[in-house]
């Protein structure tokens, strides 16, 4: 039976005051009737929230038991005997019957219809023997047509040992199908040896500008491709459909509302060697669409490919950032190397296990300021993504000149990824005011090939940072960078808190374990502020829009100390949108 039921308001009253009693002495601590914040007196309710544990994510007024919403937006937020005023003969109560609450969470790095694709292509996430991949992927041959591609992703090499995959491990069980498997990073991809001869990569083609075609000590091509060389293949891949990009948001949403995801700021299908113009078809093809057909069902902040700056300066200038309810224009975002997992993240000091490697760097230097420069002056949001030490340097540096050039304002720069910095940097975040932009779940496939790829010192001086950069004032955003890792906020923030990865008895860096309040924060209001949208999400405050996400847990103390709850109902703009 669903305890989520709507009762007249006076019921509620009576159920709140007989289970009032039952919270724990924390919250009742936290509860007082002056605690209580409201938009204004005269207003009717459309849903009044109560008997629960809610945690607002507003410094002045941290916890609740009840709030009020009206028009899909919070109107108070408080105790029952104050918020219950708004309550009238058409108000639906929600008895939470002590149950925790937390504001809709905000993944601040996700490529949604990539991942809504690959939901329906071969999943090879947690493939941790070669057979495995092998049968996955002879499995998609069986149900496809000859001639057409076997497309799917998710691999990580780091599972089943470390050696990299090759084609000739597909090529028997794929004599009639190119195929391209991309890496769990999305900087790295397996084509067959059909594929790569019908796209033209032999023993003489050339590495292009940051990107490798790797090749036996003989010369010949393996199959795989690093960064910029995936350009060579991507465009012999046909084109997606409309009505599969359509389902694929779909699917995509339905997943992020079950692990209580109410809003994502999407980088789209924008990875090195793709099409810059296939986030503006997904634009136009598939969130206008969704828009304008109401069929958006959580809130989405877009960022485009940097050199396509002036394209969304023009719109912006046209629209303004907000085009509806559900769809941000946010800003634009470029590469500064590629990844750990791919050997191509860039550092200062080179890869302890290819000592002649220090890493790629995707675009040239000067490109990237003048881009990035020209889309600062036009007022938009930049996000760089810097993993290794020496691209997370170079980034704030060319960050830093262009502050000294256009000027200081409220840029909110953001760096996406963040992962290993050099001694020093992470005070720079906080001095410059840039947004570091982290996901945790990286850190349990990253913990073991760090320690192996950088050396164990290196790995456990500069990885993962999250406190040392939450205590020089940086704005921490967490999210998942999904379909790379799981979408998963509470996974994530089990992970910043614990550091604890697969097969590990202690914590990975211990020191850099951050709080729940903290890691909360940083996938909801902090979220909401590394790209802006402040004002209307990221905490549970009168004013704000009604996301929240109900939880299994009746306990705040247990949830702190283990973050084992799981979703149990996501409610969107005041309304449940999952189950």
Known sequence: MNIYVAISATIALALSIFSFPLLNNFYLLKLTPATTTTTTTNLEADLVVTNGVIFTG???????????IKNGRIVSVGNYSAVQQLAADGTNVLNLQGKVV???????????????????RVKLRGVSHKDEFVRRVKEAVKNSKKGSWILGGGWNNDLWGGDLPMASWIDDITPHNPVWLSRMDGHMGLANSVALQLV????????????????????????????AAMKL??????????????????????????????????????YPGESVQLSWEDFADVYQWASYSEKMKIRVCLF?????????ADLINKTGHVLSDWVYLGGVKAFADGSLGSNSALFHEP????????GLQVMELESLLSMTMASDKSGLQVAIHAIGDRANDLVLDMYKSVVVT????????????????ASGTAARFGDQGIVASMQPQHLLDDADSARKKLGVDRAERESYLFQSLLANNALLALGSDWPVADINPLCAIRTAMKRIPPGWDNAWIPSERISLTDALIAHTLSAARACFLENDVGSLSPGKIADFVILSTSSWEDFAAEVSASIEATYVSGVQAYP
């Open 351 to 358: 890869y302890a296990d290819e000592p002649h490697n220090y």
């Open 233 to 270: 293949i991507l465009p012999w891949i046909p084109e997606v459909s409309v009505d599969e990009r359509r389902e694929a948001l779909l699917r995509a949403s339905n997943l992020a509302l079950s692990r209580g995801v109410t809003t994502v700021v999407d980088f789209g299908r924008y």
């Open 304 to 312: 485009f490919p940097l050199e396509t700056w002036s394209s969304l």
């Open 406 to 421: 256009t000027g200081k304002r409220d840029q909110r720069f953001r760096i996406e990824h963040a992962q290993h910095l």
């Open 58 to 68: 507003d410094d002045s007024l941290l916890f609740a038991d009840s709030m009020a």
């Open 102 to 120: 937390v504001p809709g969470f905000i993944d601040s790095h996700v490529h949604f219809i990539p991942g809504g694709l690959q939901m329906a």
């Open 200 to 227: 033209g990569i032999t023993n003489l083609s050339e590495d292009p500008n940051g990107g490798t075609i790797m090749k036996t000590s003989s010369g010949e091509p393996t199959g795989l491709l690093i960064d």
